[in-house]
């Protein structure tokens, strides 16, 4: 158990705890309890008879010990399971040959809710390293202060076991103390010695109920003769009338009264007396001494479906979790060594007991999947599940509306460059229509003379109109900089979660930006539209009028709900940051720079091969042929240059690899039609 240290001069350590005398009365028997004003004998043994302090105790021990307790080890980023180290099967699996990690755990556990202090014997082998723990007996231990000399001073254990002939003197580090609650920072508060009344009066409730249960079934009453009786008559009588009415099977039997006597009940019903009241009362009342949800020891009266998972959340954070810290301190303190403090800690896993129900669960999964922190090995691990085969499960989505933070250097480059950017140009003049060919027979002039020009006629449409949607998008991203930046300014960074609220309902659906940008963009892509209609139409012959004013709505419903997403995301985002007013307004600034470019860039493609691709398929165009632009420098291009596929078929399906060498790019979705990749210029074609 530890070495004992004779020549030392120990002095004892005061105590000025409630319900908790000096160490040397501890050592003399003052675990042994006492009487309380309900005439009741109390120790830490006697209160586990009374129920409501067992089943708290109970729930406490048991909880802490059955919850899995790991050793990590710090990595740069995360931990992983240090199994390689000594301690962590002495806590997970074995501290010592007789007893799992389970029943030394609610052992101790127990120990310090019960006697406010749980203590085991640290074994170790000759490299120092940690091999068995054995538990010791709160009552049999006292603390002491000791004197080295030169003004030095160490804890010291001094453990007395006169039955089994064991006295040891013990240095801290061959001791793990979990302590809870006290008053000096060394010694936990007896919770018995604490609440020795309120068990006192619970175990003299109990009593009165079994003695009121095992005398009758109704309370004591007199009987009454007409005459006098003597004193052998009295006792006579009293001892025929208990044996034939006293106990519980006795109880409903018919009394036959002789000679003029009569029953006069004299007892109070215990209702009339509260006596379940005061029961439930003691139930309460126990769960107010421990900490914990009435429900955890039997009290459902205030327990509802609607909220018995969010008391036993409660529980967790707020009964349980100090306890879990008070064990992971004692062990880095008492079983890790100074060195390895700064690598090793032990933590438990509280998963299991934070678990909400399937649904829940779900949509938390479903949140970590579409953000790319979890893959769905990480999510069939959390529900005990084995990982997909071939590794398919390990692959991590990546949303593509998604963009790094920036770092300070960006944030202070963008505040720069937001203070030096030219006002964003004017739309250009609409081009001068193309030269018709002098062959020809002449027409009456189309709409912007581009009639069946093909690939060339809709470059020069979609450049028309990209410069369209730059200025439009300009006013929005001047508009939103200023919208969001008041926001930003009102709450940040003092309240982020009045932020997030604020921008939630400013970009929500149906809200200002959502409103703004179709009332800008609406207008812009129907005429877009058209015009690429009436060319590519044109292109195959055909001369039956396309309306494309449905499609065309849906497009703009579904790119004004992807732009508002990317945007709300990135903002989102900004308030990790460790300035988030700075980090906000920098992605502001960044906006009005950078997006009328790069949205005008991106739909001036998309839309002129979406709205080509519609008014093909309504001629009863069937296939179609992908056209790469700059395949020599774009090997993801490239490598579709000439495909050729059905008019309802993507040309790289959702999940498929695109092209060669070290250059790759995995489909995020299905793709009908260009762009491939932000920057692409290539178009489709009729085969």
Known sequence: MGLIRSAMRASTLPSDEPGRPSETALAGGWWAGGDTSAGVFVSEETALHYSPFFGGVRVLAEDVGSLPLITYERQPRGKRRATEHSLYGVLHDQPNPFMSSVKLRETLQGHAITWGDGFASIVRNGAGDVVELWPLHPGRMRVEITRLGRGRMTLMYRYTDLTNGIAALMFPDEVLHVAGLGGNGIRGYSMVGLARQSIGMGLATEAYGAKFFGSGARPGGVLKHPGTLGRDAKARLREDWEDM???????QRVAVLEEGLEWESIGIPPEDAQFLETRRHNVTEMARWLRLPPHKIGDLQHATYSNIEHQALDYVTSSLRIWLVRWEQAITTRLLTSSERARF???????????????????????????????????????????????????????????????????????????????????????????????????????LGLRGRGMEGRQRIAQRFAALLAAADADLATWEEAEVAALAERHLPANSSAFLAAIEELYGVGGPVAERT?????????????????????????????????????????????????????????????????????????????????????????????????TWRAAGVESLTWVTFGSDDCSLCGSLDGAVVGIAEPFVAKGSDVGDGEEKLTAARSIHHPPLHVGCDCQIVPA
């Open 245 to 251: 009415h006293r106990g519980l099977d006795n109880a």
């Open 518 to 614: 179709t009332a800008a963009w609406a207008p812009i892509f129907a005429e877009f539209a058209a015009d690429i209609a009436e060319d590519a139409a044109a292109d195959v012959a055909y001369t039956e009028p396309v309306d494309l004013a449905d499609w065309v709505t849906s497009y703009v419903a579904s790119h004004v709900g992807y732009r508002i997403a990317s945007e709300l995301g990135q903002l989102a985002a900004q308030v990790t940051a460790a300035d988030p007013l700075a980090a906000v307004l920098a992605r502001l600034a960044r906006w009005v720079v950078e997006r009328p470019g790069q949205i005008s860039r991106w739909q001036g493609t998309q839309m002129a091969a979406a709205a080509a691709r519609e």
């Open 345 to 447: 800690f032990a933590e438990h896993l509280v998963d299991g007991l934070l678990r909400g129900d399937i649904k829940s669960r779900y949509e938390a999964y479903a949140i970590g999947r579409n953000w790319g922190w979890l893959s769905a090995d990480d999510i069939a691990e959390m529900e005990n599940r084995n990982p997909l085969p071939d590794e398919r499960g390990s692959v991590y989505l990546v949303p593509l509306n998604m963009v790094p933070a920036p770092s300070p250097k960006e944030i202070e480059e963008a505040k720069e460059a937001a203070k030096k950017a030219p006002p964003p140009a004017p739309a250009p003049e609409p081009p001068a229509p193309l030269p018709e060919d002098e062959d020809e027979p002449k027409e009456p002039p189309r709409r």
